[in-house]
């Protein structure tokens, strides 16, 4: 059984915006996933929906399974019981989140006495357990935020969220604000964490880069819906998804100079999730889109081993084998292709569509065949 089994997750806020629309998730023990998306896509929708924490008038559908118990079940007295001690979140902005008058100890000691009953002394002692497994020193614990800098106040959200050793941590945005060196160093500590307890983990960022770094599988999602999931590595370096394929494009590589000058955007917003377009939703931005696609959306289907993405491109040769694919559609191996070839970058980021990219399953690595007209680059390979 899974730590984390999500299903047909929905959500829709009381003004109408679906928010999350049928997202299946499943995480084990000791993994990572990393959960990636534009701003507004419903990553933190999503992190709080898993333990309940969404307002008032908020409508939420689906199965949200935590070793097997179905949250969106539990009487709120098993809910609060859940929360800190079964799973915990550090939410996004959490450094700006602590109390400026209280220390950060007792900020800390505050679930260890409430969900472990645990006696003053006690709660202090594992306190100061707490921020040295996080790498302060445990007389740290009496400084107020704003005596710490902003990476040692995001330690201390983190040894908040390990308190009541959960079996799974949420942790949304957990680096964005900080510097690259303290943002290395907190990543370094999560896994860490992850490794030594056994817990699982839900990382979100926007940054699929860092999502690739750090998680065991990863999960892209657009205007609500997990649009391509899998192993972390394959999906950054080679996405199924045209939407995946812009996000990993728009982060520039190491080891790649030109994507270093040039990292490459998509053009037009996210849509409202309000008014959601007909069809697949990405198809007013895809720079790749059929006709079918204004109308019909697609399901998440294979595409390859261990691998899913939801858009009318993939097709039975992405699901195959690697051995039984036709030549130069060498995917699947373990050796990572040569990325260089994004299409999602070809448009130069400039959203002139008269400038076809190539599609978006065409073989990396195959330059023989570049689209010679918008229809060509449009065209499903075959
Ligand atoms: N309390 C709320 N009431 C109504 N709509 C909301 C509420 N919270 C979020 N939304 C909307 O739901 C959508 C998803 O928001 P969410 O915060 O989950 O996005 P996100 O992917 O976490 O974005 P970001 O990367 O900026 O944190 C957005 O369109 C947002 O405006
Ligand atoms: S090709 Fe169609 S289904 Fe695939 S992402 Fe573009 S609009 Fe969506
Ligand atoms: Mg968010």
């Not at 629309?21 to 990572?32: P, S």
């Not at 100079?257 to 377009?277: K, N, V």
Request: charged fraction near 25%; include cysteine; aromatic fraction near 2%.
């Amino acid at each position: 059984m899974s730590l984390l089994d999500v299903r047909g997750l929905t959500v829709t806020y009381a003004d109408g915006a679906a928010a999350v629309r049928g997202v299946d998730l499943r995480l084990d023990a000791g993994r990572k996933l990393g959960v990636a998306g534009e701003s507004g896509c419903g990553k933190s929708t999503l992190a709080l929906a898993l333990l309940r924490l969404l307002p008032a008038g908020t409508r939420v559908g689906g199965e949200i399974l935590l070793d097997g118990e179905d949250v969106l079940a539990m009487k709120w007295g098993r809910v609060r019981a859940v929360r800190w001690a079964g799973a915990s979140i550090v939410f996004q902005g959490a450094m700006h989140s602590l109390n400026p008058v209280r220390r950060v100890g007792d900020q800390i000691a505050e679930p260890i006495l409430l969900h472990r009953r645990a006696t003053p002394a006690g709660a202090r002692r594992r306190t100061g357990e707490l921020l040295e497994q996080v790498g302060l020193p445990a007389a740290r614990g009496s400084a107020h935020p704003h005596e710490l800098s902003g990476g040692q106040r995001q330690r201390v959200m983190i040894a908040m969220a390990l308190a009541c050793d959960p079996r799974l941590i949420i942790a949304d945005e957990p680096t964005t604000a900080l510097d690259v060196m303290i943002q290395a160093q907190i990543l370094r500590l999560i896994e860490q964490v992850v490794a030594d307890q056994d817990v699982g983990l839900i990382m979100i960022s926007h940054d699929l880069a860092v999502l690739a770094d750090t998680c065991d599988r990863l999960a892209v999602m657009y205007a609500g819906r997990v649009v391509e999931e899998g192993p972390a590595r394959r999906v950054h370096e080679d996405a199924r998804h045209p939407y995946a394929r812009a996000l990993s494009a728009a982060f520039p590589r190491i080891g790649d100079p030109a994507s270093r000058f040039a990292p490459r955007g998509l053009p037009g917003d996210p849509p409202d999730p309000s008014a959601l377009p007909a069809g697949c939703a990405f198809h007013p931005r895809c720079p790749v889109p059929l006709d079918s696609c204004a109308v019909e959306d697609q399901p998440l289907r294979d595409a390859g081993p261990d691998r899913r993405a939801a858009c009318v491109h993939v097709t039975a040769q992405d699901r195959a084998p690697a051995q039984d694919r036709a030549p130069g559609r060498a995917r699947d191996t373990d050796q990572p292709p040569d990325t260089g070839r994004s299409w999602a970058g070809d448009s130069g980021g400039s959203g002139d569509r008269d400038t076809p990219p190539a599609g978006p399953h065409d073989t990396v690595g195959d330059t023989s065949h570049a689209p010679d007209s918008p229809e060509e680059a449009r065209r499903p390979a075959p």
